[in-house]
């Protein structure tokens, strides 16, 4: 079931993927984690239905759900390269439901004017995070055009807290969005690897 809505989301966002070219790049494929979840799905399948008569409809779900295991304990949260799909950051959806936000950049950053320089690596803190967090969702998707309008052009991760990542298909929608697990040595390898990284402090004892 989880595999199943996962897929669903996974199919309408590619659909409505736009293709305006975005600085953040796709995370690299893992052919074994998705090679163990198909062993899975068929294995479970054959055992549950064939082996132990169960309704079709029963051994289908009961067969997702194992397939869904590899890609939920993968730990690609605790990477610098995580998930990233910039398809999915770039879904005209986001642009639909952020049609009415407008962006505005503090003078606190940058040179004092307002501006840096978009290519630069830089630690970008965000406040407040609030409870629902649509700052987040604003810089995290193109939505208001963060990425394609150029206020910062290089390649990023976000941290996002240990908790949400325990969450199915919430998990993976992060993931998906670029963000990793809100730990010290993830985001020491997202430095190292050269990109940048997006903080909003205040997180779980805000909401």
């Known amino acids: 079931l989880s595999l199943s809505l996962s897929l669903s989301l996974s199919l309408s966002l590619s659909l409505s993927s736009i293709q305006s070219p975005l ?3 796709d995370s690299t494929f893992n052919n074994r984690t998705y090679t163990i979840a198909l062993f899975l799905f068929f294995f479970t399948f054959i055992l549950s239905f064939i082996t132990f ?6 051994s289908v779900l009961l067969s997702l759900i194992a397939s869904y295991i590899p890609s939920y304990l993968d730990g690609s ?3 610098a390269d995580g998930r990233c799909w910039v398809g999915c950051i770039n879904s005209t959806i986001w642009k639909k439901s952020m ?3 407008s962006l505005k950049v503090d003078p606190a950053v940058g040179d004092g004017m307002g501006k840096f320089d978009p290519q630069r690596q830089i630690v970008f803190a965000a406040f407040p995070h609030g409870v629902m967090s649509y700052g987040h969702g604003a810089m995290a998707t ?3 055009g963060w990425h394609s309008g150029g206020y910062h052009t290089r390649d990023r991760r976000d941290l996002g807290a240990s908790v949400v990542f325990k969450i199915p298909i919430y998990r993976d929608f992060l993931l998906w969005l670029g ?3 809100a730990d010290v ?4 390898k997202i430095l190292q690897s050269g990109r940048s990284l997006y903080v909003l402090p205040g997180g779980v004892m805000e909401q």
């Open 53 to 58: 008569h169960t309704s079709f409809i029963v």
């Open 99 to 101: 049609s009415g936000w």
């Open 23 to 25: 600085p953040m790049k």
């Open 77 to 79: 949260e605790y990477t």
């Open 179 to 181: 963000m990793v697990d």
């Open 185 to 188: 040595k993830v985001a020491k």
């Open 142 to 144: 193109d939505g208001i």
